[in-house]
Nanobody, 127 residues
Framework: QVQLVESGGGLVQAGGSLKLSCAASGRTFGSTPMGWFRQAPGKEREVVAAISWIGVLKTYANSVKGRFTISRDNAKNTVDLQMNSLKPEDTAVYYC????????????????????WGKGTLVTVSS
């Protein structure tokens, strides 16, 4: 059974940093693009960042460009999200997600194309 487990969330002051990690098990995700999404209260789930299977291609939401960095370690089956210069509007539950192996990188930003989701980790940024 496929499992995605996020960790690293918490409470941080504006301007601070957090690093989220996603550990995948049950199937190797080395050949699959991966994504980080977030959902704030009352808002729809949105993509934060996505990374291709070998880590060459990356894409970011405009709101986090220059502040967040996505990376992966296929040997460890992990995907990380380094978040710097955090803002109160970054407050949300952050989810790691993976699609089926045949999904193309360009389709990752759409949450409907993701087949596996973690339970999420809460990030709260205080002003």
């Amino acid at each position: 059974q496929v499992q995605l487990v996020e960790s690293g969330g918490g409470l941080v002051q504006a301007g601070g940093s957090l690093k989220l990690s996603c550990a995948a098990s049950g199937r190797t995700f080395g050949s699959t693009p991966m994504g980080w999404f977030r959902q704030a209260p009352g808002k729809e789930r949105e993509v934060v960042a996505a990374i291709s299977w070998i880590g060459v291609l990356k894409t970011y939401a405009n709101s986090v460009k220059g502040r967040f960095t996505i990376s992966r370690d296929n040997a460890k089956n992990t995907v990380d999200l380094q978040m710097n210069s955090l803002k109160p509007e970054d407050t949300a539950v952050y989810y790691c997600a993976a699609p089926s192996p045949s999904t193309q990188f360009k389709d990752i930003p759409n949450p409907e194309n993701m087949d596996y989701w973690g339970k999420g980790t809460l990030v709260t940024v205080s002003s």
